[in-house]
T-cell receptor
Framework: EDKVVQSPLSLVVHEGDTVTLNCSYE??????LLWYKQEKKAPTFLFML????IEKKSGRLSSILDKKELFSILNITATQTGDSAIYLC?????????FGTGTKLQVIP | DAGVTQSPTHLIKTRGQQVTLRCSPK?????VSWYQQALGQGPQFIFQ???????QRGNFPDRFSGHQFPNYSSELNVNALLLGDSALYLC????????????FGDGTRLSIL
């Protein structure tokens, strides 16, 4: 059965800190690793990674995939209170996407 | 350009009843997936529809069924509701069957009393 495990489950940091969120996966017919941010309702797309070792960046957020170790990390630098959310990692197979339980990030002013 | 829209936003039902949730995909998207998200958990894949057929199914009982219409909109039906069916039901759409970044709707919050 496909499995995605995220760590830590929750994290409390101060504004300006840098955080690293971890995601390991076991997904049949793996095609992509996806990161989403979920605040109140709909998860919003952050990154899709398909190749090992190529970092994707968007502002203060970046992510990288290691297909050999079946692992991905999401980095957030200079955190802001608006980064407080649940960060979801998902492994995409041929048709099915399997989500982890998420990392709840709280950024304190 | 409207994103993924779901209705209703909230719903309260009692055990044993049946419910139908609706989803309109983002314009240009033809694939719809449904997820159940219990409190404190990540979304759990229920099933995916493409070309009006169920293409892939997660580990959910037959009480969960769906439909996709020619305009790509979709319905999720749940029969014989249980207390454990209380959750946020999310619909996601993408341009094709492959795991492109899916766009999510705001979900339907279903509460079973």
């Amino acid at each position: 059965e496909d499995k995605v495990v995220q760590s830590p489950l929750s994290l409390v940091v101060h504004e300006g800190d840098t955080v690293t969120l971890n995601c390991s996966y076991e997904v049949t017919n793996f095609r992509s690793l996806l990161w989403y941010k979920q605040e109140k309702k709909a998860p919003t797309f952050l990154f899709m990674l398909t190749s090992s070792g190529i970092e994707k960046k968007s502002g203060r957020l970046s992510s990288i995939l290691d297909k050999k170790e079946l692992f991905s990390i999401l980095n957030i630098t200079a955190t802001q209170t608006g980064d407080s959310a649940i960060y979801l990692c998902a492994g995409g197979g041929y048709q099915k996407v399997t989500f982890g339980t998420g990392t709840k990030l709280q950024v304190i002013p | 350009d409207a994103g993924v829209t779901q209705s209703p936003t909230h719903l309260i039902k009692t055990r044993g009843q049946q419910v139908t949730l609706r989803c309109s995909p983002k314009s240009g998207h033809d694939t719809v997936s449904w997820y159940q998200q219990a409190l404190g958990q990540g979304p759990q894949f229920i099933f995916q529809y493409y070309e009006e057929e169920e293409r892939q199914r997660g580990n959910f009982p037959d009480r969960f069924s769906g439909h996709q219409f020619p305009n790509y909109s979709s319905e999720l039906n749940v029969n014989a509701l249980l207390l454990g069916d209380s959750a946020l039901y999310l619909c996601a759409s993408s341009p094709d069957r492959r795991p492109r970044p899916q766009h999510f709707g705001d979900g339907t919050r279903l509460s079973i009393l």
